[in-house]
């Protein structure tokens, strides 16, 4: 696998070598940018799911708003102080708002957001619609709970209550939870107002509680005066500051505070005025007046609150398209610097390979001119190109002067090898005489050398054999001898088991009385059995006993007499053949006897045979040394004369050799000239 990698990148030129590790430096720039852009994604994704919930905040508090104007009209009518198409009208202004928060919905992008508050906005229809159609007793109080429901449901999943800048959070918290709160305090103290007037009586109780409703309505503005005044504090840090939440939110708050704490002052004066009719209708109005401020103001957060997210959009997607910018100019301005810096390489790398190919043609005036075009000479620079040209202009320096140097010395050579020549053809003449002479010599001494080597080599192989001789020779008596000796002991030993056959003849003999001994043991005991058996017959109760005894004694008798006549058959058979041995040994001794005897004879013949040879030996290697001293004094003429040739043969040889190494130095020489004439000097 790396040796593919490493024979794919030599093939590459420098150029897209450069360019293949730019690519490799820029895949991590790649992916870190495309990391930073997916953030950016992901973080105008939330903003937009943010600002589709803020989208549906100012339908929702116009819905919210005409209920609360409806379970009002629809008290007032039961009072006799509205009617029935009033209460219509503000019917079906529920109607529209419904209609307008659908729409809202359905502009809403797709996803969990859109698919809850869906849900839930039209189950608030279905109950709003039963509502409607039920009994004109029936109020649509009880919908501001379900409504408010609704409004959780839109910050839970737009994400409005994860917001991450101050401004936002809290223009948020005033808008998702303080202002929805106080309309719904708001709500309730006018359904305990109109139920009081509706009964006629306001007692203890429905003052407590007005009580409650207004230390409740003053905490929650406090909490929402806080949230409002850290908005506007923290504008300034968060994006672009908002000219209209700075200018508009602070009027509107001050208008709500009025208006609330008018309220709850009306709350406190009415617990202390002894619950007139006036008061009564005095708070009333102020109540009215206050969830008509609550309602405007509900509006300017959510419009402050969609312009702020608005905004922060616009900035997160200006910082993207900043950074999506940079990086692309980083990488273009990368792919310049790269460009320009493989220009800078190849360009010099190019004319480093055209002088190169010049020097190699021989060019050397060329590749001179070549290099010193352009070219400033700066023996400071750092620059491996510039030192690279430095070197080769040394080089081209170096070689003009070595190949003029090269071409006067070939002239000197050349001269000075046809010289040479000349004087080996003539001592190759005069050793080529010396070597024939020599070789006529050599042949004649080879000759004589040969012929009484020859005769040395005959008589040697003739004393050779007269020595074998005498050997074999007395080999063959040593053996014959012992042959003697073997046959002598050979008859003796025969002798003996003459001897012992004879005696195992005679023993087997003295088998047959043992047997006629174990024959009559058998009848008698045969006789014996027959008499007990006649003594059973007597013995009354005890004779079956004896009985059985008698035939057993004689069956054994029977069989012994059986075995004794088998027995007799194979000593009968063995004695046949003892003495067919006997017979046979005494005949084989007497051979043994004859045969050493005319062996006794040969050997005596045989060992004067063995003197008169050994009485030979000596006369053949005198006249083998003598042939033997002659063969080696003509061999070392032979030698002498062979050294001499060989002498000869090799002066030849290094002549030859000589003359050979003077044609191929002159040839070197002629090819040195080419070569050197291939170059053009500058």
Request: hydrophobic letters at 40%; charged letters at 25%.
């Amino acid at each position: 696998m790396m040796k593919a990698i490493k024979g794919f990148f030599q093939r590459l030129s420098i150029k897209s070598k450069l360019l293949l590790t730019s690519l490799a430096f820029a895949l991590p720039f790649a992916l870190l940018l495309y990391l930073v852009i997916l953030g950016f994604n992901r973080d105008i994704d939330f903003v937009r799911t943010e600002i589709d919930g803020a989208t549906l905040i100012r339908p929702f508090e116009t819905l919210v708003f005409r209920l609360i104007r409806h379970e009002r009209i629809s008290f007032e009518r039961l009072a006799g102080t509205r009617s029935d198409e009033e209460l219509q009208e503000a019917g079906d202004q529920v109607d529209e708002a419904l209609a307008d928060l659908k729409r809202a919905l359905d502009a809403c992008a797709e996803g969990q957001l859109k698919q809850e508050c869906t849900r839930t906005a039209l189950q608030l229809e279905e109950t709003w619609v039963k509502r409607k159609a039920a009994s004109k007793k029936v109020t649509a109080a009880s919908l501001i709970p379900d409504a408010l429901v609704f409004l959780k449901k839109v910050g839970d999943t737009s994400k409005l209550v994860l917001d991450s800048d101050l401004d936002s959070y809290y223009v948020m918290e005033a808008t998702v939870q303080r202002l929805p709160r106080l309309q719904q305090i708001l709500n309730e103290v006018s359904g305990v107002m109109k139920a009081a007037q509706l009964d006629g009586v306001f007692g203890d109780q429905e003052q407590t509680s007005l009580v409650i409703y207004a230390d409740e309505l003053e905490r929650q503005l406090n909490t929402l005066q806080e949230n409002l005044a850290i908005a506007l504090t923290e504008d300034v840090n968060f994006n672009d500051t908002s000219a209209s939440l700075q200018e508009k939110m602070p009027t509107l708050a001050k208008q709500l505070d009025q208006a609330v704490r008018a309220t709850t002052a009306n709350i406190r004066g009415l617990s202390q005025s002894g619950r007139d009719s006036a008061s009564q209708a005095e708070l009333d109005q102020a109540v009215v007046r206050a969830t008509e401020a609550v309602s405007r103001v509900w509006q300017g957060s959510a419009n402050e609150l969609t312009i702020l997210l608005e905004a922060r959009r616009a900035q997160q997607e200006r910082t993207r398209s900043i950074a999506l910018g940079l990086s692309i100019a980083a990488v273009l301005l990368a792919a310049a610097l790269v460009s320009i810096l493989a220009a800078g390489i190849t360009a010099p790398l190019r004319k480093a390979t055209r002088i190169a190919t010049a020097i190699a043609d021989g060019q050397l005036k060329e590749a001179r001119e070549s290099l010193l075009t352009g070219q400033t000479k700066d023996e400071k620079t750092k620059d491996e190109v510039s030192l690279l040209f430095q070197a080769m202009e040394r080089m081209i320096q170096n070689l003009d002067s070595l190949i003029g140097q090269v071409g006067r010395s070939s002239d000197q050579v050349s001269s000075s090898a046809a010289r040479i020549a000349d004087s080996v053809h003539q001592l190759e003449a005069t050793v080529a005489q010396q070597a024939a002479s020599t070789s006529e010599v050599s042949t004649t001494s080879k000759e004589i050398s040969s012929t009484v080597s020859g005769l040395a080599q005959t008589m040697g192989r003739l004393t050779e054999t007269a020595s074998e001789a005498a050997r074999v020779a007395t080999q063959g008596v040593t053996s014959l001898s012992e042959i003697n000796t073997t046959m002598k002991t050979l008859l003796e030993a025969t002798i003996e088991v003459s001897g012992r056959l004879e005696i195992l003849r005679t023993k087997t003999g003295n088998i047959n009385q043992v047997i006629t001994a174990i024959t009559k043991v058998a009848n008698q005991t045969n006789l014996l059995s027959l008499n007990a058996a006649i003594e059973a017959e007597k013995a009354g109760e005890y004779g079956p006993g004896f009985a059985v005894v008698a035939r057993e004694v004689r069956r054994l008798a029977d069989q012994t007499a059986i075995a004794t006549l088998e027995i007799e058959a194979v000593i009968s058979e063995m004695q046949t053949a003892v003495r067919e041995g006997v017979a046979g040994i005494e005949t084989y001794t007497e051979q043994t006897r004859s045969s050493s005897e005319r062996i006794a004879s040969i050997s005596t013949d045989l060992g004067r045979v063995i003197d008169y040879t050994q009485q030979l030996s000596p006369q053949f290697e005198t006249v083998n040394q003598s042939m033997q001293t002659q063969s080696e004094s003509a061999l070392q003429i032979s030698e002498a004369m062979s050294q001499l040739n060989d002498a000869a043969g090799q002066t030849r040889e290094f002549l030859t050799a000589f003359l050979t190494a003077s044609n191929q130095l002159k040839s070197a020489v002629d090819g040195l000239e080419v070569e050197v004439d291939r170059f053009v000097l500058s």
